[in-house]
C-alpha cells in the first residue's frame, strides 16, 4: 500500500512559468485536500475534492487550480507562478469526514 | 471561523523530563481535534483523534487529553526519537468546505539525549 505519492519532491521555478504538482492515492478515498505549509503559519487549505468530478476551493485557492477526474488523482496547476508561491504542498486523503488525513510527504517549492 | 492556537511554539526537554503540549480551539461544534506528529521533511502523521469532552486517548509515551476548549498532549519520560513538531487540528461539526481540518502553527519538540 503505497497510500499518498506526491511527484515531484523538490522544484524551482522561475517566475511566470507553470506546473502542475502531482497527487495520486490507492486507499480508494473520496475526499482530497491540497494545503500549503509555510514556516510559523500552518497548513492552510488551498482546495478539496469530495469526490471524483467535484472540487472547490478552500482559504487561499488564488493562483491555483486543480482537476479531478478520477478517484486516484488529484493534481494542482501552478499558473504563472509568484515568488508568494514559495512554499511546502502536501496533497492529504482521508476515507470519511469521521477519520484523519493521510499526507504525502510533500513537494517543496522555490520561485526565483 | 475556526481557530486554533498551539504553544508553546518550541520546547527543549532533557531526556525522561516528562511535559505537555497545549492546544486552544475555538470552533463551532466540535466534530473531532486530531493530533499529528511532523518529522523534518516529512508530511504529518496521524497521532490520536478525540472526540468529546474528557476523552484520553495514549499511544507508547504519549497522552492525549480534551475539554471544552483546549487539549493536551502529555509525554512521559520522553526520549530523544520524540523530537518532532507536534500538529493540533479541528473539525467543526458543520459540514463545509469538504469537512476539512483547520490546523495550528505547530510545538517543536527537541529532546535532548
Known amino acids: 500500500n503505497a497510500g499518498v505519492t506526491q511527484t515531484p519532491k523538490f522544484r524551482i521555478l522561475k517566475i511566470g512559468q507553470s506546473m502542475t504538482l502531482q497527487c495520486t492515492q490507492d486507499?480508494?478515498?473520496?475526499?482530497m485536500y491540497w494545503y500549503r505549509q509555510d514556516p510559523g503559519m500552518g497548513l492552510k487549505l488551498i482546495y478539496y475534492s469530495v469526490g471524483a468530478g467535484i472540487t472547490d476551493k478552500g482559504e487561499v485557492p488564488n493562483g491555483y487550480n486543480v482537476s479531478r477526474s478520477t478517484t486516484e488523482d488529484f493534481p494542482l496547476r501552478l499558473e504563472l507562478a509568484a515568488p508568494s508561491q514559495t512554499s511546502v504542498y502536501f496533497c492529504?486523503?482521508?476515507?470519511?469526514?469521521?477519520?484523519?488525513?493521510?499526507f504525502g510527504s510533500g513537494t517543496r517549492l522555490t520561485v526565483v | 471561523e475556526d481557530q486554533v492556537t498551539q504553544s508553546p511554539e518550541a520546547l527543549r526537554l532533557q531526556e525522561g523530563e516528562s511535559s505537555s503540549l497545549n492546544c486552544s480551539y475555538t470552533v463551532s461544534g466540535l466534530r473531532g481535534l486530531f493530533w499529528y506528529r511532523q518529522d523534518p521533511g516529512k508530511g504529518p502523521e496521524f497521532l490520536f483523534t478525540?472526540?468529546?469532552a474528557g476523552e484520553e486517548k495514549e499511544k507508547e509515551r504519549l497522552k492525549a487529553t480534551l475539554t471544552k476548549k483546549e487539549s493536551f498532549l502529555h509525554i512521559t519520560a520522553p526520549k530523544p526519537e520524540d523530537s518532532a513538531t507536534y500538529l493540533c487540528a479541528v473539525q467543526a461539526m458543520e459540514e463545509t468546505s469538504g469537512s476539512r481540518l483547520t490546523f495550528g502553527e505547530g510545538t517543536q519538540l527537541t529532546v535532548n539525549p
Open positions: 478525540l472526540y468529546s
Open positions: 492529504a486523503s482521508r476515507r470519511g469526514t469521521s477519520y484523519g488525513y493521510t
Open positions: 486507499m480508494n478515498h473520496n475526499y
